[in-house]
């Protein structure tokens, strides 16, 4: 069974940086796309970034250039850099690992809480 397991989220302020880390079990994170999405108080949930399994990326606009995403195979792990954060960046972020042919899996993790302070 496949797993995702985020870590990293906090409280920072204004400016501030955090890093978020996502490790999956099971043997098909390299052949993965992974994504980190955010569901802000109120909103629905959207997709802040993704990464293939040929490094290719794509970010939410309203993230752009002050978040990348990045991928370690050998450690089974997904990272969000998030820099300059602002409080509308404030929400639970999630962890997705998708895979859309066989062996499918649509796989979410339990969330990590980012609250960024005025």
């Known amino acids: 069974q496949v797993q995702v397991v985020e870590s990293g989220g906090g409280l920072v302020q204004a400016g501030g940086s955090l890093k978020l880390s996502c490790a999956a079990s099971g043997s098909i994170f390299g052949i993965s796309d992974m994504g980190w999405y955010r569901r802000a108080p109120g909103k629905e949930r959207e997709l802040v970034a993704r990464i293939t399994t040929a490094g290719n990326t794509n970010y939410a606009d309203s993230v752009k250039g002050r978040f990348t995403i990045s991928r370690d195979n050998a450690k089974n792990t997904v990272y969000l850099q998030m820099n300059s954060l602002t409080p509308e960046d404030t929400a639970v972020y999630y962890c997705?690992?998708?895979?859309?042919?066989?062996?499918?899996?649509?796989?979410w993790g339990q969330g990590t809480q980012v609250t960024v302070s005025s």
């Open positions: 997705n690992l998708n895979r859309g042919t066989w062996p499918k899996r649509d796989v």
